[in-house]
Nanobody
């Protein structure tokens, strides 16, 4: 499956952005989709994931309650709604596809397909 992330931009602290991840080929509904981010000078970090039918979502503690991941398989889209953004949320955000189970979704090595990143910059 080919994935493409979009929706990044510059926003002030406390603002919101919605990232989109679009699949252009492949059986999109077969894959769980995860979002990762990489801040300047830091390693890539798992942010959130959603299972194949949208029935199960998972978040890291620092974004839980502020970010919401959702998907519509009919349109081959996954969204990451990000609210109450802080400068610590700044980074390049990537979406990725996996068939691994929930326990493995925080590990980037378990993802087979990656979209190009979209840059999110939160100014203070």
């Amino acid at each position: 499956v080919q994935l493409q992330a979009s929706g990044g931009g510059v926003v002030q602290t406390g603002g919101s952005l919605r990232l989109s991840c679009t699949a252009s080929s492949g059986t999109f509904s077969s894959y769980a989709i995860g979002w990762f981010r990489q801040a300047p000078g830091k390693e890539r970090e798992y942010v959130a994931s959603i299972n194949w039918n949208g029935g199960s979502a998972n978040y890291i503690d620092s974004v839980r309650g502020r970010f919401t991941i959702s998907r519509t398989n009919a349109q081959k889209m996954v969204y990451l709604q990000m609210n109450s953004l802080t400068p610590e949320d700044t980074g390049v955000y990537y979406c990725a596809g996996t068939r691994t189970v929930l326990s493995g979704r925080s590990n980037a090595n378990n993802y087979n397909y990656w979209g190009q990143g979209t840059l999110v910059t939160v100014s203070s």
